[in-house]
């Protein structure tokens, strides 16, 4: 079900939710929509006018001034196993004048929904539609992705920056190569990764990897790699910077800030590179690149998944400036507080003075007091400024 923080902040659950708390008195949740199939991801094309996806069915569903639509606005045949399927929308900037609506989906390559291991789908791919007033129409493909071994890990959020550019992230399908930072591994793949890329797919002159001598470079359309998963791209709105959050396997979900040829260390590095045995020799260095650690991370997994910079004074003077992070394990939403430069988190317990929740005895709640916001929210897959 879809729910609404106020006006400006819509969160999407996939899950019923028990009564949900968040942690502002003059902060109202209220129910918006209900009626929808696993949606991923959602957004606004108008005032109180949206546009959800559902993943298994490939059914991109609308809901004007609060009510769930009948029928579809488009449905595509979609391979929905594990964590494939309809996952990524994002609108145009120039939406108004162009109508142009880009969706990352798992094309099942029968014609038909399927969650079958007898059938492989045609891959991971970003298609470009146009919208018509009723229905998304004339796609074009402009990213053709891996989609095996998976089936997990497939990414697929998709966002525009500040800079008018197409950010694409997929996860590494379980692969072993360079972009995971193995350096006698398979060449780059298109998997691990963060693509910067203009509305027909291509690399941007401006990507750290960019490399003009050679346009078939797959390096080309990269903006970061070294990435296991991901559930959420933002972009802050006073610096532009990009952030993500990153899923771990059994230790260290992630948020991190990403600057360009960012490495975030998978598979040699989870969490803080202090906290790992393997170290940064051990990387992959491609020419350009360069490893942080993150800004925070969970010792045992919450699945951070979306991210949003609340945009308006509506919410409240205080919410503006900050991160919310929503989960996959616990039903919290979390607020993290930025530095004067915006550069990274700053904390004032000592718990989080190492900027680690340290969470081992208790999953949802472990050092968690100064950024745990709200719960009660089931699975929230997506976080939206309306």
Known sequence: MLRALVVPVAFLTSLPAAAQTVGDPGIQVEMVATGLTQPTSMVFIGNDDILVLQKANGQVRRIIGGVLQPGFVLDV?????????????AVDPDFVLNRQ???YYTESSTGADTSSSLSTPLGNR????????????????ILDLPVTPGPNHDGGVISFGPDGALYVVIGDLNRNGKLQNFPTGPDPDDTGVIFRVDGNGAGLAG???????????????YFAYGIRNSFGLTFDPFSGDLW?????????DEVNRIAPGFNSGWEQIMGRDADDPQGQADLWVAPG???????????VPVAPTAPAFPASPILGCSQMGTLLVGDNNCGQLYRFRLNAARSGLSFT??????????????TCSGEMAEILFGSGFGVITDLENG
């Open 101 to 103: 609506v880009f969706l």
């Open 207 to 221: 990507n750290p990897f960019y490399n003009a001598l050679d346009p078939s470079d797959p390096m080309n359309r």
């Open 126 to 141: 970003v298609y470009r539609y146009t919208w018509d007033g009723a229905a998304l129409i004339n796609p074009v493909l």
């Open 289 to 299: 690149s360069t490893y942080s650690d993150p800004e925070f991370s969970w010792e």
């Open 77 to 89: 045949p979609v391979h929905f196993a594990s964590e494939r399927g309809l996952l990524g929308i």
């Open 349 to 362: 317990s000592m718990a989080l003075q190492d900027h680690v929740a340290n969470n081992g005895g208790a």
């Open 244 to 252: 993500d959050t990153e899923n771990g396997p059994n230790v260290f």
